[in-house]
């Protein structure tokens, strides 16, 4: 099994920037696509980046286009998510997930394995 922990997580103002990462146990990270999620109280989890195997594509949702970005270090086994300019609507548990999935997706069913998940709270 692949096991991903998310670390970066914290409290922030608006405006402000924070770096999340995420450490794979499997030494092979690039079999995988990988994503990142988020989910804010009260709702659903929420598409926020993804990323190809060997991390030439990056694909966003709008809500952070602009603004995120995602990256990967697979000799590191390790997942990155740069997050500047941040807004209290950015507020949410955000997680890392993999996915042996063909091509890019959006969705939480396409996706295999997923990290516990680390709190980002953006204040006004």
């Known amino acids: 099994q692949v096991q991903l922990v998310e670390s970066g997580g914290g409290l922030v103002q608006a405006g402000g920037s924070l770096r999340l990462s995420c450490a794979a146990s499997?030494?092979?990270?690039?079999?995988?696509?990988m994503g990142w999620f988020r989910q804010a109280p009260g709702k659903e989890r929420e598409f926020v980046a993804h990323?190809?195997?060997?991390?030439?594509?990056?694909y966003y949702a709008d809500s952070v286009k602009g603004r995120f970005t995602i990256s990967r270090d697979n000799a590191k086994n390790t997942l990155y998510l740069q997050m500047n300019s941040l807004e209290p609507r950015d507020t949410a548990v955000y997680y890392c997930?993999?996915?042996?999935?063909?091509?890019?997706?959006?969705?939480?069913?396409?996706?295999?394995?997923w990290g516990q998940g680390t709190q980002v709270t953006v204040s006004s």
């Open positions: 990323i190809s195997r060997g991390g030439a594509s990056t």
């Open positions: 997930a993999a996915s042996t999935f063909y091509s890019v997706s959006r969705r939480v069913n396409d996706y295999d394995y």
């Open positions: 499997e030494r092979t990270l690039s079999s995988y696509r």
